[in-house]
């Protein structure tokens, strides 16, 4: 019933158009190609608004927009909003486009904390401008992306920070043992418009488009209830601005595929790999140079570095120092992910173990799905067995008084000696949940009926989550 409604809405949202629409253009394909770099023919480019209002488009794009849901703009509009106000205003807004009248509002200043300490400033539109953005973004991506490096792995349709990674692992496993880490420093915030709006002139020749994103560029920001304008750098939150970001990077990719330097990079995470460190000093150095005077953007100095690849981290991850390099979980993410589960497993939280389950279980499962493809497993039955001790630990704390532990380690198969000694024990909630009592009380059987998976999934706990089902339980 939830897709037939939402079919509904992007049905009336967007009703069927007169024999005046300009027909939808024939998707490119998606393989990899050397492009020329000259500007297109009028022919193509001039109707790219129309493109940009085209029904399809607008549908695919609302649909996206849901998806991603995300936190009103300036205005208060929710997402959920969005299609009724699209199916009222819809016409107006599209003659707006056409006629190169539209204005964006400002962008709402939101921060977030950053995982190495400070705050990522985040530029919120409205959910109406995320729209309009998200149109233009994909009309552009369909005409841009398949002239991007193949080293190029960020926000590109069919790539991932996991194939960024097995290329890395490729380069240093056929002998290029130096990494040259580059780190752009405030890289968002500090894009030049002039020359970005001079390359997407190169291959753009509609003007109200043109205008349209530098109105997106331009058009400020409200903190506190005031308006700032803005003269460089590309607001992080709107769906155009990561392909913005590939099309001013493009150009150091260029630069890197001229000089035939093995390299991958993932948005503003560049690495180059090299065979020695003299190379890597060497690159380094003119590497920066052309960033600076050429992108006219700057390199962070102190976050960047020649060094071992296993010394640094790349989009959370490492790799071990062998004649066959592993992946690895860098030391960094690994502390994160213990910041987050004593956030989620707290004693003190003051909630179920049922509701804490549903919490965690949800971030385990996001945590897995990205980290889950390292190659040293080691880690994640290490995290498993200090995350079940923590949950122990809590139960434990929960149940408080001595006669309700004892009935529950009891209840729980726990021999009447063993659950006495538990109890009367003088140690505190961690040392108790590494003592055979709350281990058999509480096996990770139990923990998996609550929906807490388990990182690491040997072939022995497989087979017994097989056979007891997910919803099995210990008592």
Excluded at 30 to 48: D, M, N, P, Y
Excluded at 335 to 356: A, D, H, N, P, Y
Excluded at 358 to 377: A, S
Aim: aromatic fraction near 8%.
């Amino acid at each position: 019933m939830d897709d037939m409604r939402q079919k509904n809405q992007l049905v009336l949202a967007f009703p069927a158009e007169g024999r005046s629409e300009a027909p939808r253009a024939a998707e490119e394909g998606t393989e990899s190609v050397t492009a020329k770099r000259s500007v297109e023919s009028s022919a193509i480019t001039e109707r790219l608004m129309e493109e940009v209002c085209e029904r399809e488009n607008c549908k695919q794009a609302l649909r996206r927009v849901k998806a991603n849901k995300g936190s009103p703009g300036v205005d208060g509009m929710t997402v959920h909003e969005l299609p009724a106000y699209l199916k009222q205003h819809w016409t107006t807004l599209r003659e707006q486009l056409r006629n190169g009248t539209y204005k964006p509002q400002p962008v709402k200043r939101v921060e977030i904390p950053k995982p190495d300490g400070g705050a990522r400033k985040l530029g919120i539109p409205t959910v109406l401008d995320r729209f309009i953005q998200q149109a233009v973004m994909q009309v552009l991506q369909r005409r841009w992306d398949r002239t991007f490096s193949k080293h190029s792995y960020g926000f590109r349709p069919g790539r991932s920070a996991h194939q960024a990674v097995e290329a890395a692992q490729k380069y240093i496993a056929a002998g290029h043992r130096w990494v040259v880490d580059l780190d752009l420093e405030k890289f968002f915030d500090r894009v030049n418009h002039d020359r970005l709006m001079a390359k997407l002139a190169e291959r753009i020749s509609d003007k109200r488009l043109l205008k349209l994103i530098r109105a997106f560029l331009q058009v400020g920001v409200m903190e506190n209830g005031l308006v700032s304008a803005v003269d460089e750098g590309t607001p992080q939150g709107g769906p155009l601005s990561p392909l913005l970001s590939n099309i001013v990077l493009d150009e150091l990719d260029q630069e890197l595929g001229r000089r035939g330097l093995r390299y991958v990079r993932y948005a503003d995470d560049c690495n180059i790999y090299v065979r020695s460190r003299r190379a890597g000093a060497r690159v380094m150095r003119s590497i920066t140079a052309f960033i600076t005077s050429s992108l006219k953007l700057k390199v962070n100095q102190q976050k960047s570095a020649v060094a071992r690849p296993w010394e640094r981290k790349f989009l959370g991850f490492s790799f071990t120092n062998g004649p066959l390099p592993r992946r690895r979980i860098a030391p960094k993410a690994v502390v994160r992910f213990k910041q987050r589960v004593r956030e989620l497993t707290r004693r003190t939280r003051g909630i179920s173990i049922e509701e804490m389950a549903v919490e965690l279980g949800r971030y385990l499962r996001g945590w897995h799905g990205y980290f889950g493809v390292c190659e040293t497993p080691s880690v994640l039955k290490e995290l498993d067995q200090w995350m079940r001790r923590r949950l122990r630990s809590f139960l434990w704390k929960q149940w408080k008084r001595g006669p309700v532990r004892f009935s529950e380690l009891t209840r729980r198969g726990v021999k009447k000696d063993l659950a006495i000694r538990t109890v009367k024990s003088t140690h505190g909630p961690w040392h108790l949940a590494a003592t055979a009592g709350l281990a058999f009380a509480l096996p990770n059987a139990y923990f998996i009926s609550l929906g807490i998976p388990q990182l690491f999934r040997s072939h022995s706990s497989t087979h017994r989550t097989a056979v007891c089902g997910p919803a099995c339980t210990v008592v």
